[in-house]
């Protein structure tokens, strides 16, 4: 009997087909993961929160931070509810404020009035996490504009000895955000000076890693370097395609100028595997700002954020500002609570439940590697081809005829990221047609095409090597609309659409809420005064309709010229500042040889009582010629000005590049308004406009 059990032991030794060997660079366990989440909150909370600012200088006092109603175990309970599954919070902003009673600084909480100094949030917020079964991460700012010695060696010991004491005192932390903002204007202690830092070598990073490494060995490290998650490249919180999780690591450090595109699309075949975090925040802003409580993103919005960082190799991070009194804003609840039940009911069932898979090839034939291992659930098991087939196919027989308009994708990722295209075909009346296809999987990808009536679907790989694909699933997801857009050019003439498909577009002038008895918008009309444009678009099927946008409009254009003291670059002409079209852009000459101030002045035709102004950014996902620090002058006839606001910045304004909207700190009569700036994001002697427009009302 012994001999015979032997005997079939070397029979399937003999007979075992070798798995795949791993392709380029793989995960760690640590990054295992972390790719099994999906979805967790930011927190920014900090002075700033007080302050209505989204960078502090530095020079706010610990007094300024005291919320009146403080209650971590509603943020937790909130993420929790919304299906997060953790929580970042900025433990220290760039302003340098401790939200622990650090014990190498007296700019926390210990010197605040909350709780008498006698507070920890980072404590009560571990026992809250623990409380709803949420992970903890941590985020310390390693530029603080509040130290006296930041820019020195020694900053470098007390930037270490406040990461030590996140990592030993607040239990297990998943994951240590480290942000690329490094070095400038700040208080310093009271030297209200710009300190400029060597990116490169000043942190000693190698070291400093090391210093999670032994504390917290679980944990991943975010920057735009990695080591183990990069930045997306974007604050908006969109992915796209291509996605890799691998990049040249050793080529990029925190802070590093001139980079986001290759953030964007990682390096294939890079040696590191170091894949994408992807970010936004619920509101404009990264703090809370009560002037955004109506801005909060639309459910649209963030199903669209859902499919671009989930849905695109990546994991979503959405910052959910506490406001004044600590609790998390009812306006974001609601939009989170939407997009959970969006979620919940998009991927309640999968049709794969019960089909018949086929396959092109599969490895040596061995049950190990079958086509059923691609929809069986189980994520340590896949599909996979012989080595020589880089180029196969499933097919997914549904049996019946079934809707369908979504597909997830995963690759086995332990073995790598090998897919570099695939393609997505439905069986109509006999004929496959193709209605996706993309080129990066990875760990997770979602696809969403226009609704099929079908009864199978062929799905194509094209691999770098042979395909290993552990996970296929298939889903009627819900139709959405998007937002309808709302423009008002120069001219005073509105225009209303959207990037969505045969909408129809209802509006109000009068503040009301638009419905299918409101006006119908079928040609541009004129708005040559300052109101409100409340619209909302509908399918034309009906029933299914976008969420209302409301665009108020100051006062006219039509009359307004637009000069500047530096010559425009002959592609994007003045005009394009005051045009209405935010897709359009003024660029000045660039000349950093020019060390002037470049100006821009309104000529409004009449005196107006002016009471802020709004400047947007290029918008075309880069940085170059944003304005950073800026003044702003006011006349009534154009030969005597008043300085309203002086050496100001747009704080992140690089890496979120939204309108700004800035109030003066009373009214101005004035016909004239001229912004000037005073130095570009990048300091290269250049600046954009995409839109400058007043405030007076």
Known sequence: MKKFILFLLICSCQNRVEPPEAYGAVPSERQLEWHKLKYYAFIHFSPNTFTNKEWGYGDELPEDFNPSALDVDQWARVVKEAGMEGIVITAKHHDGFALWPSKYTEHSIKNSPWKDGKGDILKDLREACDKYGLRLGMYLSPWDRNHPEYGTPEYITYFRNQLRELLTEYGDIYEVWFDGANGGDGYYGGANETRKIDNTTYYDWNNTRNIVRELQPNAVMFSDAGPDIRWIGNEQGYAYDPNWATMNGEEFYPGMNGINKRLGTGDEDGNLWIPAEVNTSIRPGWFYHKAEDNKVKSLNQLIDNWYHSVGMNGNFILNLPPDKRGLIHENDIKALQELKDYVDKAFSFDYTDGAEVSASNTRGNASEYKEGHAIDKDMESYWATDDIVLDAFLIIDFSDKIDVNALLLQEYIRLGQRIKGFSIEADVDGKFVEVANGITIGNRRLI??????????????????????????????????????????????????????????????????????????????????????????????????????????????????????????????????????????????????????????????DIFPLNGFTYLPRQDGRNEANVFKYKIEVSKKGNSWTTVLDNKEFSNIGNNPIQQKVFFPKTYEAKYFRITCIDDLHSEGWMNVSELGVITK
Do not use: C
């Open 448 to 605: 969403k095409f226009k609704k099929v009536l079908t009864s199978k679907l062929k799905i194509n790989f094209k691999g770098k090597v042979s395909p290993v694909i552990s996970n296929i699933e298939v889903y009627r997801v819900p139709e959405m609309i998007g937002k309808p857009k709302v423009r008002r050019n120069k001219h005073g003439k509105v225009t209303i659409f959207s990037d969505s498909p045969d909408p129809i577009y209802y509006y109000t002038t009068d503040g009301s809420e638009p419905s299918l008895n409101s006006k119908k918008f079928t040609k541009p009309f004129v708005l040559n005064e300052s109101g409100q444009i409340r619209a909302k678009a509908y399918l034309t099927s009906g029933g299914v309709a976008s969420e209302t946008v409301i665009e108020y409009f100051d006062i006219p254009r039509a009359n307004w010229t637009i000069t500047s003291n530096r010559e425009s670059n002959d592609y994007y002409p003045i005009e394009n500042a005051i045009d209405g079209n935010p897709e359009s852009t003024w660029f000045s000459v660039k000349n950093d040889k020019i060390r002037d101030a470049i100006n821009l002045t309104l000529d409004l035709g």
